[in-house]
């Protein structure tokens, strides 16, 4: 089946304590891209990636940093989590392009206490 | 950023007919995305739209004016299932994603 898999779904963790949330495909898509989702603000990208070792920023990369060392997969590292980090996080990805349709996980709910 | 307006918040009876607006900037403009997402589930796509005019796709249409920097999703028939959100996204320099901040529709009975 074709889908994008985060882990974890649901992380309650401290400030300041390192962690990482992981996004695996198995579509063979070329473009992946990381989304927080906050009340009031909609989707708003953080991450993406256009292939391997290709990353790049999108609208709110503060304190978030990714990597694209394999196709399949896009980890998502926060380095120092802290409170306004608290959101709803979603991977997606596509073949690539601007025409094309994202596919996305099922989230990961994270709160930073 | 990008400035995408929609509603936020629209209610309609099941069988009735609803149509949910978006606003963009126009420029560097390369489509206009669509999608559904349920509470507490993923978004996923329903449409996408480059040129002018209706795509329509079942109970779904979705309508594009690139001049005015307008588009709207069209709901017929609808059905208790399509109470979510509905959201509307537009691709900047081809691989940034600007996501307006949905609309949520009620269906009521």
């Known amino acids: 089946e074709a889908q994008v898999t985060q882990n974890p779904r649901y992380l309650i963790t401290v400030t300041g304590k390192k962690l990482t949330v992981t996004c695996s495909q198995n579509?063979?898509?070329?473009?992946m891209s990381w989304y927080r989702q906050d009340p009031g603000l909609g989707l708003r990208q953080i991450y993406y990636?256009?292939?391997?070792?290709?990353?790049d920023k999108g609208d709110v990369p503060e304190g978030y940093k990714v990597s694209r060392k394999e196709k399949r997969n896009f980890p998502l590292i926060l380095e120092s989590p802290s409170p306004n980090q608290t959101s709803l996080y979603f991977c997606?990805?596509?073949?690539?392009?601007?025409?094309?349709?994202?596919?996305f996980g099922d989230g990961t709910r994270l709160s930073i206490l | 950023g990008q400035n995408i307006d929609q509603p936020t918040e629209m209610t309609a009876t099941e069988g009735a007919i609803v149509q949910i607006n978006c606003t963009y900037q126009?420029?560097?403009?390369?489509?206009l995305f669509w999608y559904q997402q349920h509470a507490g589930e993923a978004p996923t796509f329903l449409s996408y739209?480059?040129?002018?005019g209706l795509e329509e796709k079942g109970r779904f249409s979705s309508f594009l004016s690139r001049s005015k920097g307008y588009s709207y999703l069209l709901l017929k028939e609808l059905q208790m299932k399509d109470s979510a959100s509905y959201l509307c996204?537009?691709?900047?320099?081809?691989?940034?994603?600007?996501f307006g901040s949905g609309t949520k529709l009620n269906v009521k009975p």
């Open positions: 997606a990805s596509s073949l690539g392009g601007p025409n094309q349709p994202q596919h």
């Open positions: 579509m063979n898509h070329e473009y």
């Open positions: 990636s256009m292939n391997v070792e290709v990353t």
């Open positions: 126009t420029s560097g403009f390369n489509g």
């Open positions: 739209n480059v040129l002018d």
């Open positions: 996204a537009v691709p900047y320099n081809f691989n940034k994603f600007y």
